[in-house]
Each structure stands twice: as structure tokens, then as C-alpha cells.
């Protein structure tokens, strides 16, 4: 018959429960014979009910051990902004109380009772971090063993303090703290231990954890600590708590879709220099990021600047000088052809360096950059450099007209323009070679980066 009992009816039992009275024990006995179905008569710890408003101990010298454990049954939000988090603790605490005691065996082998909670003194013990009033439900009741041992369980919605470092987002781990301590009662009242070892609370609460959104439970440790007061020194517990966002939800939404618009615009580059289709594609990518910024700006977090912010800028700012390289290309190529302007030296060399590195540099270049002796530029889909330039009239055409040495000196002109085109020509696909390159740098960057901070 032995088992949990309420409290009420008329059953007597015969119990032995101290009291202090007067800075000594004193006890009292309840008559058991009366057990019936309806349970305890509540008179019977009323003599113990009407001193919850002390510390339950025979010598006030003794400091009352209370053993702390808790379940993490739910991570519910994680506020960066403003640096809290908010979770679900099923908190229990664990005394004794040396004035109640009872043989089970005189008393129908009751062995364990269950009690209001508001009828017990009850340890202050609260959350340091903790930012909220208490959210525990009303009408919590509180286990009496026969031995005189107490145990409280407290669910209580958790809205606490942690120093969030938000700069590896989506891929962040954070350490967040649950310090318990008293507020009343020094180390020379009330010491803190452990109900359970730290693994045991971890397992559980890797198993009655209810929430599978964004955030999964990592590891708890904990470390026994003293706190200063004045002169005053109070006895603590804190908890460290581990957890890691689940970035899968911000890889789908946020870095894929921003890897495949940068990879779209890497292969705008196979466009020909001249196409008057290559700027406006180019355009409306720029625009479409903009877009997909502003749609995806909820996702983000609201303070700080993480490590995903600086991948947008980087991509915005690659996507930008990519068009302002289109837009130069196509002036250069537009002037090239009508009037292609002389190449500076420094630019011819590095141009020369660039393009054929095995080559010296010319000692001595003519006038104009003629005889320079740098080959055409045959580009996929760019025209021959001759024929971005108007055709010269032929010797015959020029004899009609009765001007053999004008006819010389047009030909030696036609040849150092075409030959300025090709410079020109060849220095737009060394741009577009380069900005392609740093694309797939950039890219080939990118994805190192996500795997190795989604690995570890």
C-alpha cells in the first residue's frame, strides 16, 4: 500500500514531526488510526504549516544544503538585438526539513505526500540573469518524503541576459549563463549543490527538449562560484549553456540565391565587349540584388554587423564595378573606333607583360606606339580590330583621284589606327580577364568559407 497520499480527509496517522520551538526541538505525534480513501487531515502539519515563515533547521548555525537540477525543455527565442534569450526551465529543488518525519510503517506504508507549495518554507533561490518577473504557475505543490526530504519542481518561462556574438551568422554558437543563488541567505544560512551530475542534465534535456526550429541544445557545464556582497558572501551555481543555430533555413533563402545571381553575372563576361546587350543584363541583375536584399533584410539580424552582411557588400560592390568596367569598355571600344587615342608607355608595357609574358619590353617605342609589334586580339565573339575601322580607299581609287603620295601617307594612318584598335581591343579583354578571375576568387572563397564554418 505504499505510495503518494494528498492531504485531506479525516485520516490519523501517527507522525513524528520536530519543531523548533525556542531554539530547541520539540516533538509531536498525530494520531494514524484514522486511515481512510480520503487521504491526510491537513490539521495533522499544521503545527508545521505555521512556521513556513522560518528556515526549517534545529541549530540557526547549520546552513541548509539545497541541490539544484533543471531540465532545458525549450529554446523559444533568441533576441540579438537586444541581447536576450528567452527559454523553458522545469527547475527542482531539494532540501530537508529535520522537523518532519514519519514511520512509514505505523502509517500504512505512506512513504511520500504531496503538499501546496504556499504551505512550505521554500528557498529563494532565482535566476541572476534573469530579466522578468517570475512566470512559475499558480498552485504548485511540493513532495515530503518520510524522511523529511522536500522536493520543489518549478516550470517557469525564462527570460534572461546573454552576451550574443552574432558575427559567424548564420553558422554562431552562443554561450549563454543561468546563475542560481540566494537572495536572502548567505553561505552561513543556506549552501547551493547538485541534484543530478551536469551529463545527466544535458541528456535530458537533449531528450525532452520540445522545440526543432533554429536553435539546438550543444552541451551545459557548470562551475561553483562565491559572490561578494559588502561583507556579505553568498553561495552560487552557474550553468553554462551551449547552442548553435540551424543554418539551413538562412542557406536556402539568403546564400544560395545570392550565389547563383553572382554566378550569373561571372557568366555575363562570355557576352562580347561591344554587345549593346552585355550592360543592360548587367543592369538588371544589380537591380534584381537589390531587390532580393531588401526582401531578405527581415531574415538578418537587427544589430551588428555579421560576417554574412560583409559577403552582400562584397557581392553589391563586384557586381558594381563590373558594370562600371562595362560601361568604360564600351566608351573605350566606341572612341577606339572613331578616334582611338595613343597608349601611354606604362600601359603598353604592363599590357605587353600581361598578355605575352615572355616577351622584353620595347627599348625604344616609335611615335604613336607604331611597330610595336603586339599581334590582334582574336576574342570569342569580339570583331577583328580591323573591322571596328573604316575600311581605307584602295591604290587604284587613290590614283583616280591624282594623289599618289596622300595615298602613302592615308595607308601608313589606316595602319597605326588599326594597330591602336588592337591595343586598345586587347586591353578591354585584359579587364574583363581579371574581373572574371577575381569573380571566381570571390566565389571559390564563398564556398570554402560555408563549408568549413557548417563543418565545425
Known sequence: MG????????????????????????????????????????????????????????NYSIPTHVNISFTLSAILEVDAHLQLLTSFLWIVLIWDNPFISWNPEECVDVNKLTVSAENLWLPDIFIMESMDVDRAPPGLSAYISSDGRIQYDRPVRVTSICNLDIFYFPFDQQNCTFTFTSFLYTVDSMLLGMDKEVWEITDTSRNVIQTQGEWELLGITKATLKMFVGSNMYDQITFYVAIRRRPRLYIINLLLPSGFLMAIDALSFFLPAESESRAPFKIT??????????????????????????????CLSLMVVSLL??????????????????????????LLHCTSPMKCCPTAPQKGNKGLGLAPANLPGLKEPVELVEKAPGPQAAELNGCPESTRGQQEDEAQKQHLVSLWVQFSHMMD??????????MATFITSVIVLWST
Open 3 to 58: 505510495g503518494e497520499w494528498p492531504l485531506g480527509g479525516e485520516l490519523l496517522l501517527y507522525l513524528t514531526v520536530s519543531l523548533l520551538h525556542q531554539g530547541r526541538a520539540d516533538p509531536f505525534t498525530i494520531n494514524c488510526s484514522g486511515f481512510d480513501q480520503h487521504g491526510v487531515d491537513p490539521a495533522a502539519f499544521q503545527a508545521v504549516f505555521d512556521r513556513k515563515a522560518f528556515r526549517p533547521v534545529i
Open 285 to 314: 541583375l544589380l537591380l534584381g540584388y537589390n531587390v532580393f536584399l531588401l526582401l531578405m533584410n527581415d531574415l538578418l539580424p537587427a544589430s551588428g554587423t555579421p560576417l554574412i552582411s560583409v559577403y552582400f557588400a562584397l
Open 325 to 350: 568596367e562595362t560601361i568604360f569598355i564600351t566608351y573605350l571600344l566606341h572612341l577606339a573606333t572613331t578616334q582611338p587615342p595613343p597608349m601611354p608607355r606604362w600601359l603598353h608595357s604592363l
Open 433 to 442: 580577364t581579371l574581373l572574371f578571375r577575381l569573380y571566381l576568387l570571390f
